[in-house]
């Protein structure tokens, strides 16, 4: 996409300073994500309370065994190979055939974070994507950096409706635009849902007659509240159109770590794809760190104690999201019952007129600043997931409510009862006190 540099008016060049006037108009914001854990810093900073619940972190440390094979690799400081080490792939490929997609490592592709491959693939595929509505912020926000659009799909549990996208993609057609894939959370953020098998099975059909590619973020895969839930990847069902694309920042909650991988379909497409999208890497990322590969290649591998640790965390994020949501459900809010990782999303449209009385609220996004301004509560609006404003919707991310200290977050994740704990207990304690006052 070619950079189109916009020039000022003349009396906007009279009064800007040189740099200034040499940018165009920005087309993306800072993530909202990204914006709620800075606004949070900011607030301790100044020393007033937060109960942070806007940005997306698995809030525990890392494993010891995972830091000291970090320590270990230490000494890989080439570059190394854009798709990234061999031992790094062959163990990403074991983590997916031991989930029932036997994979082949040549069609495995790492990179800093499945975030930079989402948007490398959404650069290689080419065309329009269609996105959930609601999804994750940065689907549709990457669509314009890689000189494409966006169609918003109404949907549930992370799949958009099958029978809406097909009539989605027929109108961009027909106005000339043509959308080449569509991308899908299993589980979902930011609702904390998983979608069914019949709806997986549907968005499959839709995408074979309209030849489309799936791009599957399972990054929340192994974080579903209870074990015995069916979980259906298009992968196994459209396995010749089908990317799957995971990590390691929130299942082992090393966000900071930057590595995620893909797995590349099979057939005619894999191959191809797998060129494209290491050709955009070759270019922006050069090669996932080198250490943080050898570190990953072990994470994938899944020794016991890691297994252990994936279990353990799985069961507190099930724990606090039911707490949270309890609240939300008590103050009078409608609440998807948590399903996956460590999301809640409470719509407050039943309690409209009560806040368009007490608090002169109309929207989500007013809603979100009313709960920061004057409770220090954290939250993001449904609209920063591509939702109307209207349907007063938030997303609350109940993982850094697990304590500021990694003795906390220990104890939390080794607890059996964790929402007994008195840090947690007095988070839970004061959402009660900040709903009950919102809505009296």
Not at 75 to 81: K, L, R
Not at 108 to 117: F, I, M, N, Q, T
Not at 154 to 175: H, I
Not at 384 to 412: C, H, I, K, N, V
Request: charged content about 20%; proline content about 8%; some cysteine.
């Amino acid at each position: 996409m070619a950079l189109t540099i916009a020039p000022p008016s003349h009396a906007a060049a009279r009064s800007a300073s040189p740099a200034r006037s040499c940018l165009g108009p920005s087309r993306v914001a800072l993530s909202a994500t990204l914006a709620a854990s800075e606004t949070m810093d900011a607030r301790r900073r100044r020393g007033e309370p937060v109960l942070p619940m806007g940005f997306g972190e698995a809030g525990l440390p890392a494993h010891p065994l995972l830091r000291q094979a970090l320590a270990g690799a230490a000494g890989y400081t080439s570059y190394g190979p854009v798709a990234g080490h061999a031992r790094l792939r062959e163990a990403a490929a074991g983590y997916w055939t031991r989930r029932g997609l036997p994979t082949d490592a040549g069609l495995v592709v790492s990179g800093p974070g499945s975030k930079a491959l989402l948007f490398g693939l959404l650069a290689a595929i080419g065309g329009d994507v269609a996105v959930t509505q609601p999804s994750w912020v940065s689907y549709a926000a990457q669509a314009p950096l890689a000189g494409h659009a966006a169609h918003f799909v109404p949907g549930d549990g992370g799949v958009p409706d099958a029978a809406e996208l097909a009539r989605t993609v027929c109108s961009a057609r027909a106005a000339g635009r043509r959308v080449r894939s569509v991308i899908v959370t299993l589980p979902d953020n930011p609702t904390g849902t998983l979608a069914p098998s019949a709806a997986v099975r549907a968005l499959c059909s839709v995408a074979d007659r309209h030849d489309l590619i799936v791009i599957s973020d399972e990054i929340y895969r192994d974080l579903v509240h209870d074990g015995g839930t069916e979980f259906v990847s298009p992968a196994s069902l459209a396995p010749e159109r089908t990317v799957v694309t995971t990590g390691l920042s929130k299942s082992l909650a090393l966000g900071g770590w930057r590595l995620g991988v893909a797995r590349l379909p099979g057939g005619w497409l894999g191959p191809e794809l797998r060129d494209r999208l290491l050709a955009v890497g070759s270019e922006i990322w050069s090669a996932p760190a080198g250490p943080v590969q050898q570190a990953a290649a072990v994470a994938f591998g899944e020794p016991p104690a890691l297994a252990e640790r994936v279990a353990l965390s799985r069961r507190l994020h099930a724990c606090v999201a039911r707490q949270v949501a309890l609240r939300f459900a008590k103050a009078g809010a409608a609440v998807p019952a948590p399903a996956a990782a460590f999301y809640v999303y409470p719509d407050f449209t039943p309690l409209a007129d009560v806040l368009l009385e007490r608090h002169e609220i109309t929207s989500d996004e007013g809603l979100a600043e009313l709960l920061l301004a004057r409770y220090g509560v954290c939250v993001l609006p449904g609209s920063a997931f591509g939702e109307p404003g209207g349907r007063l919707r938030l997303r609350a991310a109940t993982s850094l409510l697990y304590g500021e200290t990694d003795a906390r977050r220990t104890a939390a994740l080794d607890s059996a009862d964790p929402c007994s704990l008195p840090w947690i207990a007095a988070s839970l304690d004061r959402l009660d006190e900040v709903l009950a006052d919102l809505v009296a």
